[in-house]
């Protein structure tokens, strides 16, 4: 069955300084894709980034990366020069190539330091 | 970017009475809804997918007599909790689908408060 395993339940991290959140997942699809969302205060699920697992290069989007390893399915996510405005629960989540249905981690809640 | 709206964003009801929580893809049309359910500092557990002119498909343990889902149009879906209890205060969050395997976009929720 298919898992997301988020090992950091909170992490904090000073403003302007670099954080790394961790993801390792299980499947045995070689079609899937990977993403990360964020969830602030508000609520609502934002997506971060989003990388499909038949591309080799980390997909990143301005100062989120991602870093993708693919034969230890790991998929973590960069977070640098880190704002005010990250502080959120960050979920990491797998969906299947013949799957709808997003496999969801437990998330990690970052809090971010002046 | 892909919007999906909730409606209402916030409902309190009496015990044994019906809700019902609209969710609308605003600028696309969505080939598969799902709604979740979310309690306080959890994941988002999935409560059912939902397409278009069809039956939703429930996960296990969630109850279709309780959670009535309808989705009458590729832009809106409905979930119904039927007579309401204080055990199904949460907060809901629905999602569409533009594309099979691009991202879900994601409803602003409905928190729930059964009295």
């Known amino acids: 069955a298919q898992t997301v395993t988020q090992s950091q339940p909170e992490m904090s991290v000073q403003e302007a300084e670099t954080v790394t959140l961790s993801c390792t997942y299980d499947?045995?699809?070689?079609?899937?894709?990977l993403f990360w969302y964020k969830q602030p205060p508000s609520r609502q699920m934002i997506l971060v980034i989003r990388q499909e697992a038949y591309k080799q290069q980390n997909a990143t989007e301005n100062r989120f990366s991602v870093n993708f390893q693919k034969a230890a399915k790991s998929f973590s996510l960069k977070i640098s020069d880190s704002q005010l405005g990250d502080a959120a629960m960050y979920f990491c989540d797998l969906l299947e190539g013949g799957s709808e249905k997003l496999v969801f981690g437990k998330g990690t809640k970052l809090t971010v330091n002046p | 970017g892909a919007v999906v709206s909730q409606h209402p964003s916030w409902v309190i009801c009496k015990s044994g009475t019906s809700v019902k929580i609209e969710c609308r893809s605003l600028d696309f049309q969505a080939t598969t809804m799902f709604w979740y359910r979310q309690f306080p500092k959890q994941s988002l557990m999935l409560m059912a997918t939902s397409n278009e002119g069809s039956k939703a498909t429930y996960e296990q343990g969630v109850e279709k007599d309780k959670f009535l889902i309808n989705h009458a149009s590729l832009t809106l879906s409905t979930l119904t909790v039927t007579s309401a209890h204080p055990e199904d205060s949460s907060f809901y969050i629905c999602?569409?689908?533009?594309?099979?395997?691009?991202?879900?976009?994601f409803g602003p929720g409905t928190r729930l408060t059964v009295t």
């Open positions: 999602s569409a689908v533009r594309d099979r395997g691009n991202e879900q976009y």
């Open positions: 499947t045995s699809e070689s079609d899937y894709y």
